[in-house]
T-cell receptor
Framework: QKEVEQDPGPLSVPEGAIVSLNCTYSNSAFQYFMWYRQYSRKGPELLMYTYSSGNKEDGRFTAQVDKSSKYISLFIRDSQPSDSATYLC?????????????FGTGTKLQVIP | GAVVSQHPSWVICKSGTSVKIECRSLDFQATTMFWYRQFPKQSLMLMATSNEGSKATYEQGVEKDKFLINHASLTLSTLTVTSAHPEDSSFYICSTPGLAGGTDTQYFGPGTRLTVL
């Protein structure tokens, strides 16, 4: 079993829809939870970052963490064609003084105009 | 956020040759940089942690003699793929820790696509 599970998609939604992206994990030592957006042939871009259970909102994006269920989500409201990208969840744990980051495989999202 | 650049963005080489990839932090000094590899439709896999002025720390299963890392200055880390083979073809991405020093919020370079013929 992978430490982090993420549905690879692809996920196609119409413009304006609410998008829900999810990841589950098995490692209780994960402390920080991130969502990255990666456009084709580009490096990942940090979208959201949280370290506690609950919701965190930033514009059209809401990150949700449920540590008891080992489940995190990213919601995108009023989705736009420019949101079309691969979304990677990532989680980190303290490992020898560093926060060792484990990434999900990414979910490819396509927002159709 | 931090600005990280990589050079080259795309390289094609013949099997058996060596390729050097540069990673630069443009707006702050990074004592630590991370090197990742990403195969198509797969997640980013950490290869090694590059430390300025000392030896890199490699993840299990990564050959340190094949993937040579040099972090000679606070703004530059290089990854050299020695005697490259077609199975080394991948997307190589470097990153730096966040400006606060936390390694949880990393800033990624644009990546280097390596194709070995």
């Amino acid at each position: 079993q992978k430490e982090v599970e993420q549905d690879p998609g692809p996920l196609s939604v119409p413009e304006g829809a609410i998008v829900s992206l999810n990841c589950t994990y098995s490692n209780s030592a994960f402390q920080y939870f991130m969502w990255y957006r990666q456009y084709s042939r580009k490096g990942p871009e940090l979208l959201m970052y949280t370290y506690s259970s609950g919701n965190k909102e930033d514009g059209r994006f809401t990150a949700q963490v449920d540590k008891s269920s080992k489940y995190i989500s990213l919601f995108i409201r009023d989705s736009q064609p420019s949101d079309s990208a691969t979304y990677l969840c990532a989680m980190s744990e303290n490992s020898g003084g560093y926060q060792k980051v484990t990434f999900g495989t990414g979910t490819k999202l396509q927002v159709i105009p | 956020g931090a600005v990280v650049s990589q050079h080259p963005s795309w390289v094609i080489c013949k099997s058996g040759t060596s390729v050097k990839i540069e990673c630069r932090s443009l707006d702050f000094q990074a004592t630590t940089m991370f090197w990742y590899r990403q195969f198509p439709k797969q997640s980013l896999m950490l290869m090694a942690t590059s430390n300025e002025g000392s030896k890199a720390t490699y993840e299990q299963g990564v050959e340190k003699d094949k993937f040579l890392i040099n972090h000679a200055s606070l703004t530059l880390s290089t990854l050299t793929v020695t005697s490259a083979h077609p199975e080394d073809s991948s997307f190589y991405i470097c990153s730096t820790p966040g400006l606060a020093g936390g390694t949880d919020t990393q800033y990624f370079g644009p990546g280097t696509r390596l194709t070995v013929l």
